[in-house]
């Protein structure tokens, strides 16, 4: 997460900590705190930030993470949702002298779909999303397996997968434009990546009033970035944790 993401952080009245909305029937609004950390692969290690955030469950709209969704289906077995999530990939080139030369990469909304089909003990999830912005202009595509584990006041939801990144999102974010080269940045233009994720996700309440949630991905690069003269290291993560207190 870059530093001219703070302001934009400020607007992460997307990132709520709301029970699912398949699993609170009433409509609710809160506010809150929470702490972002993400490191996306780039030769400058991990940022952290703390951010407000506003929870909201109202119907079928939901704010879950940095994503919005709103619910088209809902059965016993399967689930189709559109949404809508801030990416928050990218950096200025203030933000450390390593990414000196070098144009920002901007931040974006992606919006998509989302079905969730529930195979056994294993829930099978299809994503895809697109940039609306037009910073990336590329999409992206996730397959997970995960599986609730629900307790009396906690759900854990722990998850595999794989996530493809299209050729443009990859070379925009990973990148070195020819402008950019130096001496010890070559020029490279990047592909689409595939790469495995793993993580956790969950939340534990108390009473009305008390939510906590978290929510850990770790990814093993695809080869398209990890080649990349940016990047330093073949994994990536993104943990989210906060709280936010319900009227």
Do not use: C
Not at 79 to 94: C, E, M, N, P, W
Not at 133 to 147: D, N, P, S, V
Not at 219 to 243: A, H, K, R, T
């Amino acid at each position: 997460m870059n530093k001219k993401l703070l302001p934009l952080s400020y607007s992460l009245l997307l990132l709520s900590f709301g029970a699912n909305a398949q699993e609170a029937q009433q409509n609710e609004l809160g506010i809150g705190l929470a702490v972002i950390s993400q490191n996306a692969g780039y030769d400058i290690g991990a940022e952290s930030n703390v951010v407000p955030a506003l929870l909201i469950n109202y119907g079928d709209f939901s704010l879950l993470g940095p994503e919005v969704k709103y619910n088209l289906h809902r059965g016993d077995e399967f689930t189709f949702d559109l949404t809508g999530s801030i990416r928050l990939d990218g950096y200025s080139a203030d933000d450390d002298k390593f990414f000196t030369g070098m144009k920002d990469r901007d931040s974006t909304i992606d919006l998509g779909f989302a079905l969730e089909y529930e195979l056994g003990p294993v829930d099978v999830g299809f994503s895809m999303a697109a940039d609306v912005l037009g910073k990336h202009e590329g999409y992206q595509a996730g397959l997970t397996f995960g599986h609730n584990f629900k307790f009396e006041s906690t759900m854990l939801t722990p998850f595999i997968g794989l996530e493809y990144q299209s050729e443009e999102l990859v070379d925009y974010y990973y990148g070195v434009r020819q402008e950019e080269v130096t001496t010890t940045r070559d020029f490279y233009q990047a592909d689409a990546a595939t790469q495995a994720v793993a993580g956790l996700r969950g939340m534990w309440w108390s009473g009305p009033h008390h939510r906590v949630i978290f929510r850990l991905e770790y990814s093993v690069l695809g080869s398209s970035i990890e080649d990349s003269p940016l990047v330093d290291g073949s994994n990536s993560y993104e943990f989210i944790m906060g709280y936010a207190y319900v009227f």
